[in-house]
């Protein structure tokens, strides 16, 4: 038994959409002086697109379900490349958030379908390797993006990262239209009757989970570059060493999440990757004297963090396999919210009081998380009727 060759293409799908949500991360110092606005501002390009992509990803799951998916997946690339393309000539910041708006509208309801579809399509034996595999597309495009996104912006600028994107979203487009069978579409759950799902306790609390880490995470994990820049003192070519270990340990960790899921149980495996992420962001500041220090804490974050999100999925899609597309679309909501929230509170560190002081802050949201992850083991679930 071996995995469906087409989950590595909804990999890719993913893939695309990450270079463009992430690339930002490593270059704010750069698109802040060209746009005119503060580091801590311009780290909002991330906040805003995970927050439209939580509010758009189960809305447009919605209005969207009784479509064909290849077709709509189609439709969504297209979409999605035409605003990245957008990004290529916006000239303000106030365009570039708009542009960033559209991407990331098409790209929640492109991964919210990419992840169902791997969650349908797997044998249920594969089915936390198959979400893992899903989400390193994201991890990979991060491996890729963030490094090459400070490599192009030296050499011909930031924005040719879109055109680079637009390109990758048009091979995941040839590949859907080429590979991927016509799926027919179910009836549209309203939106409302989704959220009733989270009248359960044991859900609720795990989708609470994914956005307490990914807060934590994203709390530190949008100002890298200017923490390494100014608190360890790293030049641009050192950052991408530092953004390739990050990524690269994300992609192992993505895989060991769904691995130790499907072994031990996505809240044991959770538990354990909220730890380790926890006691890295804690360590980061002690680690800053010396990069030789702070590499290794980067690559367990970058693991930990990464290996947490297929655990949790593993957990809600077993704890409620009758639900499972639409608690796998809530979770991605949830995950984009801790994202936005994270680059809110993080801005806001930096802004008021010390960029040293983000990876603490962070910390403290994961500790909460893994708190409420042990919660929600011990609650019942009682089975949900989803017409």
């Known amino acids: 038994m071996v995995m469906d060759k087409r989950i590595y293409l909804l990999a890719f799908v993913n893939f695309s959409m990450g270079l463009v949500e992430m690339f930002p991360a490593g270059i704010l110092s750069r698109i802040a002086e060209e746009l005119s606005v503060s580091v801590s501002v311009a780290g909002q390009m991330l906040g805003l697109f995970s927050l439209t992509f939580a509010i758009a990803a189960p809305v447009l799951q919605v209005l969207t379900a009784r479509f064909e998916r290849r077709r709509v997946l189609m439709i969504t690339l297209a979409v999605f490349a035409a605003g990245t393309l957008w990004g290529v000539f916006a000239p303000t910041f106030a365009e570039q958030m708009a542009a960033r708006v559209v991407q990331a509208a098409a790209g929640g309801l492109m991964c ?154 996505g809240v044991r495996s959770v538990t354990g990757a909220g730890c380790a992420l926890a006691l890295a962001l804690a360590l980061l500041p002690f680690a800053a004297a010396s990069l030789w220090l702070v590499l290794p804490v980067v690559m367990l974050w970058g693991m930990s963090a990464w290996g947490s999100t297929p655990s949790v999925q593993h957990y809600i899609t077993s704890t409620s396999p009758e639900t499972a597309g639409i608690q796998l679309g809530l979770n991605l909501a949830a995950l984009n919210f801790g994202i936005s929230m994270g680059a809110a509170v993080g801005g806001l560190t930096l802004e008021f009081v010390s960029i040293r002081y983000n990876p603490w802050v962070g910390a403290l949201a994961v500790i909460f998380g893994v708190l409420v992850a042990r919660y929600s083991a011990r609650l019942p679930y009682r089975r949900l009727a989803v017409a």
């Open 112 to 265: 919210s379908t990419a992840f169902a579809l791997a969650a349908q399509i797997a044998d249920p034996a594969f089915r936390g390797r198959a979400i893992a595999l899903a989400a390193m597309g994201i991890s990979s495009s991060i491996v890729l993006g963030v490094p090459l996104g400070i490599l192009v912006a030296e050499q011909i600028g930031w924005r040719a990262m879109y055109v680079l994107t637009v390109v990758f979203a048009a091979l995941a487009f040839v590949g859907v239209w080429r590979w991927l069978p016509k799926v027919q579409g179910s009836g549209a759950v309203p939106l409302s009757q989704q959220l009733r799902t989270l009248r359960s306790a044991k859900l609720l609390s795990a989708h609470t989970v994914t956005f307490l880490l990914m807060w934590g995470h994203f709390a530190m994990y949008a100002f890298l570059a200017p923490f390494m820049e100014q608190v360890v003192g790293l030049d641009s070519r050192w950052m991408s060493v530092v953004y390739l270990a990050f990524g690269a340990a994300g992609m192992t960790g993505g895989f060991l999440g769904g691995y130790s899921s499907d072994r031990w149980g």
